[in-house]
């Protein structure tokens, strides 16, 4: 059952980051206020670490019965051990640099969002339990 719902997850997951990236290939700059607006709000750090550390337990969890386990594995600790950096890192800043960061990428937006258009679309497959 626990199973199931990590490749549920992670197949949810792999929707966003597909909607994502299909949002910033049809309007980056819309998709640019947004992120920057949401990197401002006090709620982001938070926000951001939890869902680090949950995509973290989740990977591992679903590591052992995926098609690649040691790259689930991989993906799962590396999420985890960034989690735990986040939380050292002071809200403002974390904030602070997700503004900085989304003003830096801007130039490049749409060719930067065809991969992770790929990678959700794969993380979508891989969740429900392709092979």
Sequence with gaps: MMFYAAGLAIAFYGLFVAAMSFWILVNPESWSRAATYYCRQWY?????????????VIFLVYAPQSISPTVFKTVGHFLLALGAILMLVPPSRHRQFGAWSIEKIRPVLRTLAVPWLVLGVLLIWFG????
Excluded: A, D, Q, R
Excluded at 46 to 52: D, N, R
Excluded at 128 to 131: D, F, P, V
């Design 44 to 56: 982001m750090h938070p926000v951001e670490i939890g869902i680090t550390l949950l995509s973290g």
């Design 128 to 131: 429900l339990g392709g092979s």
